[in-house]
């Protein structure tokens, strides 16, 4: 594909379960990101991979949260023990080296 | 990663109006500035991509950086209804990207 893959768009879970959530970026792209944007709210930075380095990892919320990351390509975000206060969309981005980053269309998680 | 402000909003204009948008950043590092347009229940799509200070014109949009007072401006020329959406700015060291909160726009016909 084109553009910034994500899957699944949409997400309801119970409240203590975990979740998984997969983001497929731009072939070739090395960097990769996790945001979250609660309802009505800005970009809440996450997670970042830089090609083979050690991602930043300084904007997870709690050890719920870990992100994976396998080489360059696909990505995913774990959130375990999910509270209500986890609802929000899940933006992934992804970026050529250190230039624009491109976003998928988001994971729309609600815990209930 | 809050070294990027900006006012969320929301601002209304009429129709036709010329629209100002703005952010200020703190890290002298940064290089590379964008500008991202978020409709409702959408993710951001890149909209101006400019390097170091200048302006950039991309038709009815121009994006200018001035890093001597760390400022990031988006002028809108002959606002559309479309327009409205939320705008977010963002800045790059060449590390990571760092996001504004974004504002609000609403363009009234």
């Known amino acids: 594909g084109a553009g910034v893959s994500q899957s699944p768009s949409n997400k309801v879970t119970e409240k203590g379960k975990d979740v998984e959530l997969r983001c497929d970026p731009i072939s070739g792209h090395t960097a990769l990101y996790w945001y979250r944007q609660r309802l009505g709210q800005g970009l809440e930075f996450l997670i970042y991979?830089?090609?083979?380095?050690?991602?930043?990892k300084s904007g997870l919320p709690s050890d719920r949260f870990s992100a994976e990351r396998t080489g360059e390509s696909v990505s995913t975000l774990t959130i375990q023990r999910t509270q209500q206060e986890d609802s929000a969309v899940y933006l992934c981005?992804?970026?050529?080296?250190?230039?624009?980053?491109?976003f998928g269309q988001g994971t729309r998680l609600t815990v209930v | 990663q809050k070294e990027v402000e900006q006012d969320p909003g929301p601002l209304s204009v009429p129709e036709g109006a010329i629209v100002s948008l703005n952010c200020t950043y703190s890290?002298?590092?940064?290089?590379?500035f964008m500008w991202y347009r978020q409709y409702s229940r959408k993710g951001p799509e890149l909209l101006m991509y400019t390097y170091s200070s200048g302006n950039k014109e991309d038709g009815r949009f121009t994006a200018q950086v001035d890093k001597s007072s760390k400022y990031i401006s988006l002028f809108i020329r002959d606002s559309q209804p479309s327009d409205s959406a939320t705008y977010l700015c963002?800045?790059?060291?060449?590390?990571?990207?760092?996001f504004g909160k974004g504002t609000s726009l609403l363009v009234t016909p």
């Open positions: 963002a800045a790059d060291s060449g590390y990571a990207l760092n």
């Open positions: 890290n002298s590092a940064f290089q590379y």
């Open positions: 991979f830089q090609g083979n380095s050690a991602p930043d």
């Open positions: 981005a992804s970026s050529p080296q250190v230039t624009e980053a491109f």
